[in-house]
Nanobody, 126 residues
Framework: QVQLVESGGGLVQAGDSLRLSCVISERTLSRYIMAWFRQVPGKEREFVAATSRAGGYSDYGDIVKGRFTISRDNAGNTVALQMNSLKPEDTAVYYC???????????????????WGQGTQVIVSS
């Protein structure tokens, strides 16, 4: 069973930066497409970013393009999300997700991910 643990969330001001980290129990991380999603109360979980198995490709939701960067360290079994120029609208619980058998083409579809972390809360004040 694959377990994911997020960390790095916190309270920051608009314009600040924050770096989230996800540690995965799976030793062979290169087998998984990895992604970040976020969710606020009363709203659906939305796609933030994804990184391909070898780390050669990445994709971002429109609302975070140009501000967020996803990266992975397969040897270290970690995935990171660097968040810059944070806005109050970025306030949410951020979840790390892993997909073992899925295709890159549906990387934005939340239902295809097999494993999820517990989430880490990010609060951006005005």
């Amino acid at each position: 069973q694959v377990q994911l643990v997020e960390s790095g969330g916190g309270l920051v001001q608009a314009g600040d930066s924050l770096r989230l980290s996800c540690v995965i129990s799976e030793r062979t991380l290169s087998r998984y497409i990895m992604a970040w999603f976020r969710q606020v109360p009363g709203k659906e979980r939305e796609f933030v970013a994804a990184t391909s198995r070898a780390g050669g490709y990445s994709d971002y939701g429109d609302i975070v393009k140009g501000r967020f960067t996803i990266s992975r360290d397969n040897a270290g079994n970690t995935v990171a999300l660097q968040m810059n120029s944070l806005k109050p609208e970025d306030t949410a619980v951020y979840y790390c997700a892993a997909d073992r058998f899925g295709n890159w083409d549906n990387r934005r579809v939340k239902n295809k991910y097999d494993y999820w972390g517990q989430g880490t809360q990010v609060i951006v004040s005005s």
